[in-house]
């Protein structure tokens, strides 16, 4: 059974940091495509990073390119998110999300698994 679950959420002033981590399991995670998305209340799920594991490849939306920097750590199969310079409008439910194959774009739909989120609240 694949399972991700996150970690790491919390509340935190604005100009704060916060690391989310995502614990995988039960898919190989080498050749994974591990994410994350948030959703904030009254919008859509809005996809933030990936990384591909084939590679290491890593890609970030425009909205927190410099500002938040994806990993991962093989040896645990985690992958964190790095959160600096945060901004009240990163307030959102932070998921996780897996693909066990490389994914052609960033659409939610192009991830089979998903963890259940962890609450990030960004205070002015």
């Known amino acids: 059974e694949v399972q991700l679950v996150e970690y790491g959420g919390g509340l935190v002033q604005s100009g704060g940091s916060l690391r989310l981590s995502c614990a995988a399991s039960?898919?190989?995670?080498?050749?994974?495509?591990i994410g994350w998305f948030r959703q904030a209340p009254g919008k859509e799920r809005e996809w933030v990073s990936y990384?591909?594991?084939?590679?290491?490849?890593?890609y970030y939306a425009d909205s927190v390119k410099g500002r938040f920097t994806i990993s991962s750590d093989d040896a645990k199969n985690t992958v964190y998110l790095q959160m600096n310079s945060l901004k009240t409008e990163d307030t959102a439910v932070y998921y996780c999300?897996?693909?066990?194959?490389?994914?052609?774009?960033?659409?939610?739909?192009?991830?089979?698994?998903w963890g259940q989120g962890t609450q990030v609240t960004v205070s002015s």
């Open positions: 999300a897996g693909s066990g194959t490389e994914v052609s774009n960033t659409d939610p739909e192009e991830f089979d698994y």
């Open positions: 039960g898919f190989i995670f080498d050749e994974s495509v």
């Open positions: 990384i591909s594991r084939s590679d290491g490849s890593t």
